[in-house]
């Protein structure tokens, strides 16, 4: 009799329980629904203000990096206000409180375990707000040139000259230096080449810098400059500098290759002599064997 009177006042106690909580299930029940609502109406509210955004901000913002990153924020800005609300609504602010003391103690945890990560984050965020690396810039950091193909959280996408792609975490540019040679449209080159030493020097710079004057637009204060550099072994070193239009890195090669087509020919038409080493290799005789041919040259 005890046990089973035992089993019954626990299965009633059981009830009781369970219809409190059925009691208090529907007395939430139009909170839960509302705060479903919330979300899903935040959720439209941030769709369409990602839509609105981006179409905004295509005509005002050039940088598709910052269009990028701002469409996100916004977006993921406006659920958190959704969930918010939704806690608020069905009565949870201990909760939230509660949540939001973890989360802080979480991700403090999380920050020093991903440090490297959050760096890569982070330097998405400002490289994407920088006016000094756009999207189909050519740049160069460390080993590695490239057009940048896209800007994310984490990474560059490098799309090099051979069409093969290279991933550069982003702390590589926000810690180190790059190159841009898309930011200004006029760069400054050389072409270096040398002559013999019997030319005469003063016609030598003359010659090439009429060459470059004429065959390249110079804009104002932008002048050819030419400048002996170096006696060698058997001539006489020269480099001459110039400015041409320039945002990526095939003009750089397109003038050079023009530049020395242009000298060379020019250097023949007026005699004056490109030199090169010029070596002999005898092998395959002993030394004994060039004894013997060496006696036998005196002999005759």
């Not at 005469?200 to 470059?212: F, G």
């Not at 020269?238 to 090669?253: A, L, N, P, Q, S």
């Amino acid at each position: 009799m005890d046990a089973s009177f035992k089993i019954e006042e626990t299965l009633n106690q059981l009830w009781d329980k369970i219809g409190v909580w059925m009691n208090a299930f529907i007395l939430k029940l139009p909170n839960f629904i509302m705060a479903i609502l919330i979300m899903v109406l935040f959720y439209f509210i941030a769709r369409s203000i990602k839509r609105f955004l981006r179409k905004f901000l295509l005509h005002r913002v050039a940088q598709k990096s910052i269009q990028n990153i701002t469409v996100k924020i916004a977006f993921i800005v406006i659920l958190l206000m959704g969930f918010f609300i939704s806690l608020s609504v069905l009565g949870l602010n201990k909760v939230l409180t509660s949540v939001l003391a973890g989360a802080g103690v979480l991700g403090l945890a999380i920050g020093l375990a991903l440090q490297g990560t959050l760096s890569n984050t982070f330097g998405g965020v400002v490289l994407s707000f920088m006016h000094k690396i756009r999207i189909n810039d050519y740049i160069e950091t460390g080993e590695v040139k490239g057009f940048v193909s896209e800007i994310t959280l984490r990474n560059v996408v490098l799309r090099q000259t051979d069409n093969n792609y290279v991933i550069v975490p982003n702390s590589k540019f926000v810690d180190n230096y790059f190159t841009n040679y898309s930011i200004s449209t006029r760069s400054r080159i050389a072409v270096k080449c040398f002559v013999s030493y019997e030319s005469d020097l003063q016609k030598v710079e003359d010659l090439v810098i009429r060459i470059i004057s004429e065959n390249f637009e110079r804009n104002e204060g932008e002048n050819v400059e030419f400048f002996f550099t170096e006696f060698g072994d058997y001539s006489i070193s020269f480099m001459c500098r110039f400015w041409i239009d320039m945002v990526k890195i095939k003009e750089e090669h397109d003038a050079r290759h023009k530049a020395i087509k242009l000298i060379k020919s020019h250097f023949e038409a007026e005699g004056i002599v490109i030199p090169y080493p010029i070596r002999t290799i005898e092998y395959g005789k002993k030394s004994s064997d060039l004894g013997r041919d060496t006696n036998h040259q005196e002999n005759m």
